[in-house]
């Protein structure tokens, strides 16, 4: 991609309402535009991210054997009112008229939807255990919308939802959203942290939240420090049996304000390990057994023929949430450091003087090897000056910078440097393509 061509509208300066780093960066950067409170159009550079996030969530659903299905975002009230949830969401969900009066609302969450879709097909128990999830846009009219795409009231949301026999089975599929969290987080150089949290507006009595440390989180939270360093399980583990992976995690202390007990905390927990911190909520999940189920009549016929209502629980990713908390968590006074997994671009490749035709041959040479080698490359082909487009190249928070100029290029060298770490190396472009290969 020719910046020169591109659509990335860079600022200098954050808007002065951002006031944490994400949301000024997020600015900065181009990823965003504000369109209203809290709603946001989402930029060239920021759709990129947003994909690689989604991709990554997709990916670990499918592993942990979920299936993906696309739910409206426009939902019928009497859906709601079913499960008896119409009136108790309150101020948060945005009602709508269409041209007949009929009431609907922009989806703040989809599990009336999802178990409407299961009554209407699954009738036996032979066809579970089953998790349909989806990676759609919800609206929840937020009273403060703020930091950006943290507290948003439209934002995407992976959202899934399992259906089991009984409670035994509906632990196993808590359990498998639970590791495929984990890995989900880890792989975007995440350290994420589940915790014991209030099910609030969702219902049951089984909940984890999924923790980002960071001192601009909106929680209060409470942990065992060594939590925190615990390396992801990884993919390679047995699905059907994930009880010692969560009782492993869930045996250290760790809780949201709501659920902080600090007598519990003290008991657990030695001093030195005591972690009091600021976190960012990045996913949530619930078992609430039949609270959707019982009212919806979403029943199956068990091994005995006797209807069954089914045990369900719900899982939220906060795909958008992510881009802002992947932020906080990697950058530095020059702007973003993305983690390889979610860069919008793997490399940006900086022409130093795009007017002399042998710095260009030699620019448009390295960039057509990278993306041979299967790489996303940005190719700054303006004619700004070299500050300009190295304080760019850091704001935007490539991966990797590969920088051609006519000294260089005399030397039969390029430059090249890591973004994370700040590490130049004058190699020859072989060795630099080699290097960013990995
Ligand atoms: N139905 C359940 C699970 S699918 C549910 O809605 N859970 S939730 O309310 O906890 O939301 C899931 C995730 O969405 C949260 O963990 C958070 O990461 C994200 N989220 C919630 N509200 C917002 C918001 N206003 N802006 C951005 N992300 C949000």
């Excluded at 089984?206 to 942990?223: M, W």
């Excluded at 869930?250 to 030695?270: G, L």
Aim: proline fraction near 5%; charge should be negative.
């Amino acid at each position: 991609m020719r910046l020169s061509r591109y659509f990335l509208p860079t600022l200098k300066e954050a808007p002065s309402d951002a006031q944490i780093v994400s949301h000024q960066l997020m600015l900065r950067a181009g990823l965003i535009r504000q369109e209203a409170a809290g709603i946001y159009a989402w930029l060239p550079l920021g759709l990129r991210v947003l994909k690689k996030v989604e991709q990554i969530v997709r990916e670990e659903m499918n592993r942990a054997g979920a299936i993906e299905i696309l739910m409206p975002t426009l939902q019928l009230a009497d859906l709601w009112r079913e499960s008896g949830r119409y009136d108790d969401y309150g101020d948060e969900m945005l009602r709508i008229k269409d041209r007949h009066e009929r009431d609907l609302l922009y989806g703040p969450t989809a599990e009336e939807v999802v178990t409407e879709i299961f009554r209407a097909y699954v009738k036996s128990y032979k066809a579970l255990p089953l998790n349909l999830y989806n990676i759609q846009w919800k609206f929840r009219d937020e009273r403060r919308p703020r930091f950006g795409v943290m507290r948003g009231r439209e934002f995407l949301m992976k959202d899934a939802y399992s259906f089991d026999l009984d409670e035994a089975s509906a632990r196993k599929a808590y359990n498998r959203m639970f590791v495929a969290y984990l890995n989900t987080f880890a792989r975007m150089g995440l350290k994420a942290v589940p915790m014991k949290a209030d099910p609030g507006p969702i219902g049951g009595d089984l909940s984890h939240e999924f923790i980002i440390l960071a001192d601009t989180g909106e929680s209060q939270v409470f942990c065992d420090r060594n939590l925190v360093e615990m390396l992801a399980p990884g993919g390679d583990v047995d699905w059907d049996d994930l009880q010692g992976i969560v009782d492993e995690r869930t045996s250290m202390y760790a809780a949201t304000e709501e659920m902080h007990d600090a007598a519990d905390f003290e008991s657990r927990t030695p001093e030195a390990d005591r972690l009091t911190a600021r976190g960012i909520e990045v996913g949530h999940i619930f078992y609430f057994g039949t609270k959707y189920s019982a009212p919806m009549k979403a029943k199956v016929a068990g091994p005995d023929g006797v209807d069954t209502e089914i045990h369900g629980g719900s899982y939220g990713v906060g795909v958008s949430r992510l881009l802002g908390a992947i932020i906080e968590a990697s950058h530095d006074e020059g702007g973003i450091i993305w983690p390889d997994a979610v860069a919008p671009f793997d490399v940006v490749v900086i022409n130093l003087r795009a007017k002399d035709d042998a710095v260009s041959a030699a620019c448009e040479e390295a960039v057509a090897a990278l993306e041979a080698a299967g790489k996303d490359v940005l190719y700054d082909d303006t004619d700004e000056r070299p500050g300009g487009k190295f304080a760019t190249a850091d704001l935007i928070g490539v991966p990797w910078q590969l920088t051609i100029g006519p000294k260089g290029l005399a030397d039969g060298v390029v430059e090249l440097k890591r973004r994370a770490t700040g590490e130049k190396v004058s190699v020859p472009l072989a060795e630099a393509l080699q290097r960013i290969a990995g």
